[in-house]
């Protein structure tokens, strides 16, 4: 009876604990759970939400990336240039005498959008999902939130749902119409506890990551080399920026690194800065390793004479890199193709709906 009493007690505590933070933290969960299921599958969102930046229009003109890309700044110095993933994408263009995104057809090279940021709403859907728009403490707010959601609400729920003889009932896992709400929230709730629990731990990295690198180096012998791209300073003191190569010499530069490297692997990406003479960044692409992790190859290059200043290689970073990549692209859905977004994406419904049923749950006071 002793025993029993106890038991009664704990399950108690874990109830009173699992309704007071659920109470607490549900609209701030519904906003992160919400905002995560549509950034889960962004790069379709985007072009739903902005078909005119990010997909080609039908066009008769049929011109080679060469005679496009060269022809880009022949009135204005290009800062920035996105090259497309498929002869269906745009090309994003940055100049260097504003900060407006302009998209031109990739087959034709005509223009057809401008945006002032590249990712649209969709910047601002990942700052409310990152930091709720406070300014200074955002991160952390939104990093203990995640914290005491997978530590404290996922925990007691799992604990209140286990049955107290540790067998399940036939009915345990029945959802049942006139219990809706109830039902569902448990049931549910039980199915998607370790993807929840996943993206909570992964979520946190971006606020907290310290701890999870110090787990990284207790099983390490010895702490990993951190390879680093050198400081972007000026590439020398005579630069001038009338003598900053054009676009369409950085883009012979690219093509021409393109031809060392394998394959699969698909020019992504260009970045110069005009005025200052900073080093030009070149990047590669390719989805994805026999890991499911995205191959990337980026090389810094001098500004006014073209030779190589580093490289840095995703296949050749050390192995706290390969790990902090991991939990990001974990977080992300980036591995694994589509099947993990779609799991992360149901997953983020399930629980906004959670918070929902929690709250109606209470409301009522008993199954309903």
């Known amino acids: 009876m002793h025993k029993i009493t106890k038991a009664f007690k704990r399950r108690k505590f874990a109830a009173k604990v699992h309704l007071y933070f659920g109470l607490l ?12 299921a549509l950034l889960a599958f962004q790069g379709p969102f985007y072009r739903l939400a902005y078909p005119n930046h990010y997909v080609n229009h039908p066009t008769t003109i049929a011109r080679s990336m060469d005679d496009i890309v ?31 995104y302009y998209f031109y057809n990739s087959k034709s090279g005509e223009f057809q959008a401008k945006m002032h940021n590249l990712r649209g709403i969709f910047q601002e859907i990942m ?17 203990a939130i995640t914290f005491f959601f997978w530590l404290v609400i996922l925990i007691s729920g799992i604990w209140l749902f286990w ?8 009915n345990t896992f029945k959802i049942r119409r006139k219990a809706f709400f109830y039902t569902s929230h448990r049931v549910l709730g ?7 629990f996943v993206l909570g731990i992964t979520g946190n990295f971006f606020t907290y990551s310290d701890p999870y690198i110090g787990i990284y180096k207790l099983f390490q012998s010895e702490p990993p080399k951190e390879e680093k791209l050198p400081e972007p300073t000026p590439t020398s003191d005579e630069y001038n920026p009338k003598n900053a190569p054009s676009i369409a010499t950085v ?13 699969e692997y698909s020019a992504a990406f260009m970045m110069r800065n005009v005025e200052s003479g ?3 960044f070149l990047s590669y692409e390719n989805y994805h390793d026999h890991y499911g992790l995205p191959k990337r190859i980026r090389y810094s290059i001098d500004a006014q004479k073209g030779f190589v200043i580093s490289e840095r290689n995703s296949q050749k970073t050390s192995g706290l890199q390969k790990y902090t990549s991991t939990i990001v692209y974990l977080h992300m859905g980036k591995i694994g193709g589509n099947g993990l977004k779609l799991l992360w994406f149901i997953s983020a419904l399930m629980g906004a709906w959670f918070c929902i049923s929690g709250i109606r749950i209470w409301i009522l006071k008993k199954p309903s």
């Open 278 to 280: 900073r080093p030009i």
């Open 70 to 100: 060269c022809s880009l700044d022949s009135t204005r110095e290009v800062n920035r240039l996105f090259l497309p993933n498929n002869d269906r994408e745009t090309i994003a263009v940055m100049y260097a005498d504003e900060d407006n």
């Open 127 to 143: 700052i409310l999902h990152r930091t709720f728009f406070i300014r200074g403490a955002g991160h952390e707010v939104v990093g």
């Open 25 to 36: 933290l549900s609209l701030p969960l519904l906003i992160i759970c919400i905002t995560g």
């Open 190 to 196: 039980f199915f998607f506890i370790i993807p929840l």
């Open 163 to 170: 049955p107290k003889k540790g067998r399940f009932r036939s």
């Open 251 to 263: 883009w012979h530069w690219m093509k021409e690194k393109k031809e060392t490297l394998p394959a």
